[in-house]
Nanobody, 129 residues
Framework: QVKLVESGGGSVQAGGSLRLSCVVS????????WAWFRQAPGKEREGVAS??????????TYTDSVKGRFEISEDRAENTVYLEMADLKDEDTAMYFC????????????????????WGQGTQVTVST
């Protein structure tokens, strides 16, 4: 059974940084498409960043609003994906979810929620001004 557990959320001042972590267990595919999504109250779930990787290469995708501020990375040995968030803004406030799939997902398709069938429970990020 695949399980994802996020951590690292919290409250931070605008301009600050946070690092989210997501650990997967029970996922055995050599190719992994990871993604971070977020959902603010009253809004749709939004794809933030994705990383697709096998043992040889990887590719990342970001939504425009976080380019240059967020970075997604993977530690395959630890079965963990990270989301480094810098220069946080109040509009980044949301529940952040980790997801994983076993296809090679890139570009806009990598940020679409229906592409993923395994999700974590989420971790809250609150940015105050």
């Amino acid at each position: 059974q695949v399980k994802l557990v996020e951590s690292g959320g919290g409250s931070v001042q605008a301009g600050g940084s946070l690092r989210l972590s997501c650990v997967v267990s029970g996922f055995t595919s050599r190719t992994r498409s990871w993604a971070w999504f977020r959902q603010a109250p009253g809004k749709e779930r939004e794809g933030v960043a994705s990383l697709v990787a096998n043992s040889d290469t990887f590719q990342t995708t970001y939504t425009d609003s976080v380019k240059g501020r967020f970075e997604i990375s993977e530690d395959r040995a630890e079965n963990t994906v990270y989301l480094e968030m810098a220069d946080l803004k109040d509009e980044d406030t949301a529940m952040y979810f980790c997801a994983i799939g076993n296809g090679w997902l890139v570009s806009k398709e990598a940020l679409k929620a229906y592409r993923y069938n395994k999700w974590g429970q989420g971790t809250q990020v609150t940015v105050s001004t």
